[in-house]
Each structure stands twice: as structure tokens, then as C-alpha cells.
């Protein structure tokens, strides 16, 4: 019986069953995205996916959490489902022991005295602990850094992790609408949405070193009323978006009287199912964080299915594709930035939104 030609394993392989086009995969394994909140990692291990790479997370003694292909070689145990022993991942079915540098330091039934095979290690990640959240980089050395983002270490206000949701939509079309000033009046009327017949003034994109960012002033018309009550009245508001290539975005809201920011990162689950990670942070302090992350999901509850329907679901990066307005400047220069890493350049037929 002849078996197939083995292939050679190496870092960059892509997973099994893979969403995304080869070229998108490979430039997307590339930054660092975020996996889980920290306090998820406690004392079992955790599954997580990214990419369609099913990776296992766990924390070792000293604290330090460990990215892995959720996967052991000696009989492709799933070690998500395994445990953690003396800060080891330890494989579900025969007990195998992984230390954080992904090298095999018990096998029990070999014993002691017997040498554990070389051969047999997992395959790490690279992994960080920054902002709260754990973050991978699927590639061997990243292309970018982290976001820099001091005020959210800053200790300053009032700081609220919203649970995480996932969405069943691109990455880059989530970060599309977060970042699009003209969708608010429409999509958001419940909560800040302001006038539907406003227009929107020209502004000014600014593009630096895989970062892009616009300012604009925008009057709220009713944001913090509740759902079905009448408008408490409008507030102008100066709006700062800051977004950092790929999918992380940063948004600060201030008048007067308030600084208001949100973060919000769009964590590539597959190439049409994403998870979101927002950090809302009250400069102020008066607001409580339950009360933020209530206003906050209502606010993501209005975009998800609107942006879940949106055809197709994968953001074009060809600009023929769709027509803009000059309002869509953000929305323009984001698509080409993400052509200029070299996304999109294969085409492949996606998945439509349903009812298509
Ligand atoms: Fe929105």
C-alpha cells in the first residue's frame, strides 16, 4: 500500500480546512491579534482559535501564559482538553507533560530513566499579556508590534472589559464600520445616534507607519437615553479615531465636560467569523463600568446584524468594487492599506450574507 508523500512541517504551514485565501493567511499570521481576555487563562487550559488555527493557551507557575497548536504528536490528543500540571500542558489521553518552551518533559509510561524523543515537542507561539488581553502571532517574528496604547495602563478613570462577542462577519468589515462616521444617524438612533440629514464636513485622513486616523466633530442626539424613550437633547463632541493595521481601532469622544474612549480589536476567529474585544475607559471616573458595558452593547448590538448581512461579507479591497462618497475617506484609505500589505490579492469566492 503506498501513503502519500509526507510533506515537510513547518511554521508557517497553514491549518487544516483553511477560510482564508493562502496569501491572506500568511500576511494575517504575521500580527498580533488578540485570542482571550487575560483572566480567562486561570488554571485550565484554554482553546481558542485564530486564523483557523486551533491553539490551546494555558498559564505556567510563575504565571506566564503559553500559546500551542492545541494538538499532541504522539496521537493527535487535543490538549485544550487536557490539564495543567506544575505549570505543564499535560495531554488529555496519555498523559504526555509540555513545558512553555513546547519541549516534552514526561511521558509516563516510558519512565524515568528512558530518554523522551527529541522529536516530540508542541508547536509554540508567540504569545503576550498586554492591556488585559493575550495576544498571538501565529508567524515566527511579527511584522508590527502591539498597539501602543499607555492609556489603557494609564490607571486614570474608569476602565470596563465588555465581554467579548463573536461575529459572524469579516474582520476588516467590522473595523470598517467602527471606524465610519456616517453609519451612526442610521444604525444607532437608540443610542447616539444624532440627525439623519447632517452632512458630513470634509476631513483630513492622516497615515503613518501601518496606522491610520481622522478627527471630526459629531452632535449626539441622544446618547444615553433608554430604548423607546424621547431624546435627552444633542451634544457636539469632537470624535479622534486611531487605527492600527489590521483590525485594532481606537476611538476618543471629548467635550467639555468628558473623555470617553473605546478600543476595540476585531480578533480573526476564521476568514468570516470574528471575535470582538472592546476596553472602554471613562476618563472622568463617574461612569460605572457595568453601566459602560450595558450602553456598549447595545450600541454593538445595533451594528452586528446590519454588519453580519453586509454582501459580501469579506471587505472589498479592490476600490472598483463598491462606490464611495468623500465621507467614505477613512473607509477608502483603510482598503487600500490593507491592499498595500498584499490582502485581497487572491480572489476567492467567500461565503454571502444570509438571504442572499
Ligand atoms: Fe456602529
Not at 223 to 243: D, E, I, M, V
Request: glycine letters at 8%.
Amino acid at each position: 500500500m503506498f501513503l502519500p508523500a509526507k510533506t515537510t512541517r513547518t511554521e508557517t504551514a497553514l491549518p487544516r480546512a483553511c477560510s482564508l485565501a493562502e496569501g491572506d493567511w500568511h500576511i494575517l499570521s504575521g500580527f498580533w491579534h488578540p485570542v482571550a481576555w487575560s483572566e480567562e487563562v486561570a488554571a485550565a487550559p484554554v482553546p481558542v482559535r485564530l486564523l483557523d488555527e486551533r491553539l490551546v493557551l494555558w498559564r505556567d507557575e510563575p504565571g506566564i501564559v503559553h500559546a500551542a497548536k492545541d494538538l499532541c504528536l504522539h496521537r493527535g490528543g487535543r490538549l485544550s482538553r487536557g490539564k495543567v500540571c506544575a505549570g505543564q500542558i499535560t495531554c488529555p489521553l496519555h498523559g504526555f507533560r509540555y513545558d512553555g518552551s513546547g519541549a516534552c518533559r514526561k511521558v509516563p509510561a516510558l519512565g524515568a530513566e528512558v530518554p523522551i524523543p527529541k522529536r516530540l515537542r508542541l508547536d509554540i507561539r508567540a504569545s503576550a499579556e498586554r492591556y488585559g488581553l493575550v495576544w498571538v502571532c501565529l508567524a515566527e517574528s511579527p511584522r508590527a508590534p502591539l498597539p501602543d496604547w499607555p492609556l489603557i495602563e494609564a490607571g486614570i478613570g474608569t476602565i470596563a472589559r465588555v465581554p467579548s462577542a463573536v461575529w459572524q462577519a469579516s474582520a476588516a468589515r467590522h473595523v470598517e464600520n467602527f471606524n465610519d462616521l456616517c453609519h451612526i444617524p442610521f444604525v444607532h438612533p437608540d443610542t447616539f445616534g444624532g440627525d439623519e440629514d447632517r452632512t458630513i464636513a470634509p476631513y483630513r485622513v492622516e497615515i503613518g507607519a501601518g496606522t491610520l486616523s481622522y478627527e471630526a466633530e459629531y452632535t449626539e442626539q441622544t446618547r444615553y437615553k433608554t430604548p423607546g424613550a424621547a431624546p435627552q437633547g444633542r451634544r457636539t463632541r469632537h470624535y479622534a479615531y486611531a487605527l492600527t493595521l489590521p483590525f485594532a481601532s481606537w476611538l476618543t469622544i471629548t467635550d467639555a465636560e468628558s473623555e470617553f474612549h473605546v478600543f476595540d480589536i476585531a480578533s480573526p476567529v476564521s476568514a468570516m467569523t470574528t471575535r470582538i474585544f472592546q476596553i472602554l475607559v471613562d476618563r472622568t471616573g463617574r461612569l460605572q463600568p457595568a453601566e459602560m458595558i450595558a450602553f456598549q452593547n447595545r450600541i454593538n448590538a445595533e451594528d452586528a446584524p446590519l454588519v453580519e448581512a453586509q454582501s459580501p461579507l469579506e471587505l472589498p479591497l479592490d476600490l472598483r468594487d463598491e462606490i464611495h462618497i468623500p465621507a467614505d475617506r477613512m473607509s477608502i484609505e483603510y482598503r487600500r492599506m490593507l491592499a498595500g500589505l498584499g490582502l485581497g490579492a487572491e480572489t476567492i469566492l467567500g461565503p454571502t450574507a444570509p438571504g442572499d
